[in-house]
């Protein structure tokens, strides 16, 4: 083999070896960028998850049954398939399974029930908001149907400012806006719509 022939091929398989050198640093550098940013998102990730965590419910009960007394005698119990305790911005306490609530008179007599898909308990308020397919019945069997209702624990009063009716066994009522008591015993809708009167 010729000097100048080996030279040549010295020379070829010097640029080969440099070119995978460069490689080798090119890589290097793609692998530390991805990495980098792989680490900048998930470090996203994590500020946007802690930034969210007074969002969270600070306490979670299934199967919730309570009973609330007055002066020593039980007046309310509250059902519900789950309920969250949030804290932040304010304190709530949320049912978004649903929730029923059952009012009793002095002997343990339920005198009448407020069911509906959904409920918040406004704790700043004392108020409970029920809504969608919100139901309350008292014990004459009258029937109320809205899709919002707010219970003020203070004034022991139900209200809705929303379409409603009313039935009892003589007549349907429809209406917009309401007020009653809290065992629904007593009642008045603001702007009735229209009546219907069942034939006995």
């Given at each position: 083999m010729k000097i100048g022939s080996v030279d040549s091929h010295m020379n070829k398989i010097k640029k080969v070896i440099f070119v995978f050198q460069e490689?080798?640093?090119?890589?290097?550098?793609?692998?530390?960028?991805?990495?980098?940013?792989?680490?900048?998102?998930?470090?996203?990730?994590?500020?946007?998850?802690?930034g969210n965590l007074d969002k969270l419910p600070a306490e979670t009960i299934v199967n919730l049954e309570t009973l609330y007394s007055d002066s020593g005698l039980v007046k309310v119990?509250?059902?519900?398939?789950?309920?969250q305790k949030i804290l932040k911005p304010e304190p709530i306490t949320e049912l978004p399974k649903g929730i029923k609530i059952e009012f009793?008179?002095?002997?343990?007599?339920?005198?009448?029930?407020?069911t509906a898909n959904y409920a918040v308990h406004l704790e700043?308020?004392?108020?409970?908001?029920?809504k969608s397919n919100v139901v309350v019945v008292n014990e004459k069997n009258e029937k109320l149907n809205t899709e919002k209702l707010v219970w003020d624990e203070g004034k022991e009063l139900l209200s809705s400012d929303e379409f409603v009716?009313?039935?009892?066994?003589?007549?349907?009522?429809?209406?917009?806006?309401?007020?009653?008591?809290?065992?629904?015993?007593?009642?008045?809708?603001?702007?009735?719509?229209?009546r219907i009167t069942i034939n006995q």
């Open positions: 490689l080798k640093y090119i890589i290097f550098g793609f692998i530390v960028y991805s990495t980098a940013l792989v680490s900048c998102q998930n470090d996203n990730q994590e500020i946007s998850r802690v119990k509250v059902k519900a398939p789950l309920l009793f008179d002095d002997h343990f007599n339920v005198i009448s029930q407020l700043n308020k004392k108020q409970w908001v029920a009716k009313i039935s009892t066994k003589d007549e349907i009522i429809y209406g917009e806006g309401f007020e009653a008591n809290q065992d629904f015993s007593k009642y008045k809708i603001f702007k009735v719509k229209g």
